[in-house]
T-cell receptor, first 112, second 117 residues
């Protein structure tokens, strides 16, 4: 069965650079969630999209933006990267009315 | 606001011991979902179980079992005859029930389980 795809799997950036993380949900899933997991922390909700519209927002810095495209894939754009942005970023997808979220393998971002 | 508390931070057991991971939650919603996820050292989040608030039946899946008690807002997870491969961080999580638009997960802090041979 198809799973959630995230790319890249690993990313190394310098401070003040920008990064773009991509998420391809399971086919026919209309909702995408982004979570950030710092070292030794629990995953924290950043933002979600339902039918290409932002549906909820969590503790996402203003330096970050995201969108969901017409093919339902989503991108998380991160600018002016800081050391503290080093984390594992998970994308999850679900279909409307069915609350189980399927997680991708994560993108490990390291900011040097 | 939703909250998930996993009071145990680290548990160490010897292989074949049984171990119970505790989870206590808070929510004002009358309908909600509870989850357990496993995160092995490789980092991915592995789904273990989903339980909705109307289903208080306990569940068993192989060596895993879950005890949901609404009266005490707890959703505990027991591993019977633990194995070294069970070593991981285990997260309990809670979500509201709404049509896709706002079902973000609130995670507990996680419990690091180490199973020694």
């Amino acid at each position: 069965a198809a799973g959630v795809i995230q790319s890249p799997r690993h990313l190394i950036k310098e401070k003040r650079e920008t990064a773009t993380l991509k998420c391809y949900p399971i086919p026919r899933h209309d909702t995408v969630y982004w979570y950030q997991q710092g070292p030794g922390q629990d995953p924290q909700f950043l933002i979600s999209f339902y039918e290409k519209m932002q549906s909820d927002k969590g503790s996402i810095p203003d330096r970050f933006s995201a969108q969901q495209f017409s093919d339902y894939h989503s991108e998380l754009n991160m600018s002016s990267l800081e050391l503290g942005d080093s984390a594992l970023y998970f994308c999850a997808s679900s279909s409307e009315g069915y609350n189980e979220q399927f997680f991708g393998p994560g993108t490990r971002l390291t900011v040097l | 606001a939703q909250k998930v508390t996993q009071a145990q931070t680290e548990i160490s057991v010897v292989e074949k011991e049984d171990v119970t991971l505790d989870c206590v939650y808070e929510t004002r919603d009358t309908t909600y979902y509870l989850f357990w996820y496993k995160q092995p050292p490789s980092g991915e989040l592995v789904f273990l179980i989903r339980r909705n608030s109307f289903d208080e039946q306990n569940e068993i899946s192989g060596r895993y079992s879950w005890n949901f008690q609404k009266s005490t807002s707890s959703f505990n997870f027991t591993i019977t005859a633990s194995q070294v491969v069970d070593s991981a961080v285990y997260f309990c999580a809670l979500s509201e029930v709404s049509p896709g638009a706002n079902s973000k997960l609130t995670f507990g802090k996680g419990i690091t389980l180490s199973v020694r041979p």
